[in-house]
């Protein structure tokens, strides 16, 4: 079986190189591929995992079942909704000016890349799963809307069998006028399965909008870095809650781009970490000269359970124009002492009232979900990892327990 090291892809690129992909190819060699160096993976362990040795897998595309949901399996399609347009395609468009090397590494290693086309009004789920061992899986999914459209797109990941896998996956999202768009990721991590690497791009024409949820629990490491493209009165939010512990390292880079005038985004950011748990918040809006009229929010919150844990946040807005409103904070600490104080004065325990702060803290970002069903299982999802039961506990010896998703069997 071949073996993959990804540090070695540059000095290679001549062998994964297409007219498809030249573009991606140009923009990786003036990047280079990220180090403990690179800014956006300070706090992450990304030389490592380009470093490891992986098996190449082959993609063999399958006739695509019926069902109710997109299923992709290791980077292949397998189910899919009837009447939903969707398939595989060589033809791409790249963001030109992404500030992830590893966005334009995935368009490299994806010969294909999945396309969903959206006509209609749309409520679709994915489900992502991953089956090979000390693998390397690369994908993308490219989605497109038509005009004047309500589109919502909810993720969930399995990966028990994935042990010491790296998955490289994102998405290219591109909202034609007036669309309301909304992404949901739900994701729970287990040391000792896959590593994830998500690198998206989202640009919303003229008076698009998006919300962007992620939600990222469990005691493993993982990455999400998203660029955000703003043009003429569009509207972006991004809400994103993460709970880890153990020794892991996870969180969300990003850089909301505001390119035309009357654009408004908000980004709203919760961590809770225990143990020795590291969380990431490196997010930058840059509001460009085109930007007038721009209105930006942006605040991240942390708290700490435990000595050990560290969060590194960096809020930043670059702005080339007065003519805007603009702010951005963050702010790292233990629970309110106060607060615990009044509950335990009501006769409740401490490790309770210590629970129902943190559960509280948390719902503020799920329950901005409009969906109720979706709503539920991410409630269902931070419930079972942070009571310390469910998936992360029996997987090591069931393995077959996260068989579930969506709140329904498979």
Do not use: W
């Not at 809307?145 to 998405?171: H, M, Q, R, W």
């Not at 919303?204 to 999400?224: H, M, R, T, V």
């Not at 781009?257 to 970490?273: C, G, R």
């Not at 079972?384 to 068989?403: D, F, P, R, S």
Request: aromatic share 8%; glycine share 6%.
């Amino acid at each position: 079986m071949k073996q993959i090291v990804l540090a070695n892809i540059l000095a290679n690129l001549s062998s994964v190189v297409s007219q498809e992909t030249a573009a991606a190819a140009s923009r990786l060699q003036l990047l280079g591929l990220p180090t403990k160096k690179t800014e956006q993976y300070r706090y992450f362990p990304i030389e490592k995992l380009l470093n490891a040795e992986y098996r190449a897998i082959a993609k063999k595309e399958s006739e695509i079942e019926e069902a109710d949901f997109v299923e992709i399996v290791d980077g292949v399609v397998v189910r899919a909704p009837k009447g939903l347009k969707i398939g595989y395609t060589k033809r791409r468009t790249i963001a030109e000016e992404h500030f992830d090397p590893l966005y334009y590494l995935g368009h490299l290693l994806s010969l294909e890349v999945i396309e969903i086309n959206f006509e209609n009004d749309s409520s679709i789920k994915i489900l992502h799963r991953y089956t090979q061992e000390n693998a390397l899986i690369a994908y993308r999914v490219v989605v497109q809307t038509a005009p004047n459209i309500k589109v919502t797109l909810s993720e969930s990941f399995i990966g028990c069998d994935a042990k010491e896998s790296l998955v490289l996956y994102g998405c290219d999202i591109r909202l034609q006028r007036d669309t309301r768009f909304t992404f949901i990721k739900d994701e729970t991590l287990v040391e000792g399965i896959y590593t994830p690497v998500h690198s998206h791009y989202i640009e919303l024409a003229e008076q698009s909008s998006a919300d962007f949820f992620s939600f990222d629990f469990g005691n493993a490491d993982g990455l999400q870095l998203i660029q955000a493209k703003l043009m003429h009165s569009s509207d972006f939010r991004a809400h994103h809650l993460l709970y880890t512990k153990g020794e892991s390292k996870r969180g969300t880079v990003s850089q909301i781009v505001h390119a035309a005038k009357d654009a408004q985004s908000s980004q709203k950011a919760k961590t809770i970490l225990g143990e020795s748990g590291r969380g990431i918040f490196d997010a930058l809006i840059k509001i460009k000269a085109e930007g007038s009229g721009t209105k930006a929010y942006q605040n991240s919150q942390a708290v700490l359970l435990n000595d050990g844990a560290y969060m590194a946040s960096k809020p930043q807005l670059e702005i080339y124009i007065d003519d805007v409103e603009a702010s951005h904070g963050s702010t790292i600490g233990e629970l309110d002492a106060q607060q615990l104080f009044y509950l335990r004065s009501r006769g409740i325990m401490l490790e309770e009232a210590r629970k129902m702060l943190i559960l509280a803290f948390a719902n503020e970002i799920i329950d901005a979900i409009e969906d109720e069903k979706t709503r539920e299982n991410v409630h269902l999802s931070f419930e079972k990892v942070y009571y310390g039961h469910g998936q992360l506990e029996c997987i090591a010896t069931c393995h077959h327990c996260c068989e579930t998703v969506f709140g329904e069997e498979l």
